[in-house]
T-cell receptor, first 115, second 116 residues
Framework: DTGVSQNPRHKITKRGQNVTFRCDPI?????LYWYRQTLGQGPEFLTY????????KSRLLSDRFSAERPKGSFSTLEIQRTEQGDSAMYLC?????????????FGPGTRLTVL | AQKVTQAQTEISVVEKEDVTLDCVYETRDTTYYLFWYKQPPSGELVFLIR??????QNEISGRYSWNFQKSTSSFNFTITASQVVDSAVYFC?????????????FGKGTRLSVIA
């Protein structure tokens, strides 16, 4: 039984470069969420998908950020023209949708450092 | 708008002491869920408990207990006889209750250090 996986676990990049992160949810889960966590803060919601449809985007998700889930399985989060303020832990979570509530299972996160 | 406040930024206790982590929330929704998550040094968020707004019964699970009071919009978490392994950052979170899941709104967390 595998949980949510994220790659890479760590990414160091220079300001202005583009980066892409990948999230593989638990296989039977059709909802996938992206959160961002900066140092000393709680996770903040960025966006989420049900299957391949992107259902909601936070205002935190500037036009430099784009997320996809092309076949309703894995998801990618791309940040273009990175800025130092993008340095954070990017967390992915997945859940099912049967019943009144389905627990969100979190991955280990991708830590981004922008120099 | 939804908001979760964890006023205690850091708490330090000696092993075997009891400790309570406070959580106060704001929401306009009449139905909602409340959660506690643990984030150990490894970084992965671990789900501890979910409560719905209909159920104000307190809950106990081993050394953990939760006190939900709708009248004060609080959902406090108590660890009895704390252990070093309890050292982590603890987050309280809130979500709407509608069909299926909705994104979680987290507090800023409380860092608990349990000293042997």
């Amino acid at each position: 039984d595998t949980g949510v996986s994220q790659n890479p676990r760590h990414k160091i990049t220079k300001r202005g470069q583009n980066v892409t992160f990948r999230c593989d949810p638990i296989s039977e889960h059709n909802r996938l969420y992206w959160y961002r966590q900066t140092l000393g803060q709680g996770p903040e919601f960025l966006t989420y998908f049900q299957n391949e449809a992107q259902l909601e985007k936070s205002r935190l998700l500037s036009d430099r950020f784009s997320a996809e889930r092309p076949k309703g399985s894995f998801s990618t989060l791309e940040i273009q023209r990175t800025e130092q303020g993008d340095s954070a832990m990017y967390l992915c979570a997945s859940s099912g949708t049967g019943g009144s509530w389905n627990e969100q299972f979190f991955g280990p996160g991708t830590r981004l450092t922008v120099l | 708008a939804q908001k979760v406040t964890q006023a205690q930024t850091e708490i330090s206790v000696v092993e075997k002491e009891d400790v309570t982590l406070d959580c106060v929330y704001e929401t306009r929704d009449t139905t909602y869920y409340l959660f506690w998550y643990k984030q150990p040094p490894s970084g992965e968020l671990v789900f501890l408990i979910r409560r719905n707004s209909f159920d104000e019964q307190n809950e106990i699970s081993g050394r953990y207990s939760w006190n939900f009071q709708k009248s004060t919009s609080s959902f406090n978490f108590t660890i009895t006889a704390s252990q070093v392994v309890d050292s982590a950052v603890y987050f309280c979170a809130l979500s709407e209750m509608n069909s299926g899941n909705t994104p979680l709104v987290f507090g800023k967390g409380t860092r608990l250090s349990v000293i042997a």
